[in-house]
Structures are given as C-alpha cells and as structure tokens.
Nanobody, 126 residues
Framework: QVQLVESGGGLVQAGGSLRLSCAVSGRTFSTYAMGWFRQAPGKERQFVAAISWSGGSTVYGDSVKGRFTISRDNAQNTVYLQMNSLKPDDTAVYYC???????????????????WGQGTQVTVSS
C-alpha cells in the first residue's frame, strides 16, 4: 500500500514563502510521476504542478508559474513544492499525488493520478 504524507503547510502573510513536502512510502517512488493539486472551499481541485520520475520534466498551472517550484529527491522518497510570493488566492488545502502508470507523464488532471495524500492546509493572509 502506497502512502503519501504532506507536511509544511501553515499560515503565512501575503508575499511570504512556504515549502511543502510529500513523503511517499514504498520502494517504487522513483518510478512515479508526481503532482501537486489544491482545493479551496467550494471550488474544484485545481492543478498546481507536476514532475516526471526523473525530474527532467515539470509543468505548472498558470496561476503559479514563476512563483512555485516543484522538485523531488528520489533518494528520500520525497517531492517538494517551494511556494514564493504567496497571495491570498493561494489559500487552499494542498494535495500531492502519485502517477504509477506513466513515469514520464506530467499529468495536469486528477485522473492521471492513482494515489493521493490527505492534504495540508495553506492559509495566506492579506
């Protein structure tokens, strides 16, 4: 059973930074493409960023381009989301997800992912 555990969320002022981490159990992390999504109250889950198994390919949602950076450490079974210049509109529960089917894919839809974490709350105050 693959488990994903997010951490690093919290309350930050607008313009500040946070770094989210997602630790993945199991021996096959390096074969998964990984993604981050977020969901604000009353809204659909929104794509944030994705990274291929090697880290060679990344893609970002339009609303976070230039501010967020996704990375991974396959030796530590962890994927990260560095979030800079945070805005109140970034307030949401952030979820990481694993794609076990196509390691080279950087999926932008929830259907591309097989495993999900429980989420971590990010709140940006104005």
């Amino acid at each position: 059973q693959v488990q994903l555990v997010e951490s690093g969320g919290g309350l930050v002022q607008a313009g500040g930074s946070l770094r989210l981490s997602c630790a993945v159990s199991g021996r096959t992390f390096s074969t998964y493409a990984m993604g981050w999504f977020r969901q604000a109250p009353g809204k659909e889950r929104q794509f944030v960023a994705a990274i291929s198994w090697s880290g060679g390919s990344t893609v970002y949602g339009d609303s976070v381009k230039g501010r967020f950076t996704i990375s991974r450490d396959n030796a530590q079974n962890t994927v990260y989301l560095q979030m800079n210049s945070l805005k109140p509109d970034d307030t949401a529960v952030y979820y990481c997800a694993a794609d076990r089917r196509l390691p080279t894919r950087v999926g932008v839809t929830t259907s591309a992912y097989d495993y999900w974490g429980q989420g971590t709350q990010v709140t940006v105050s104005s």
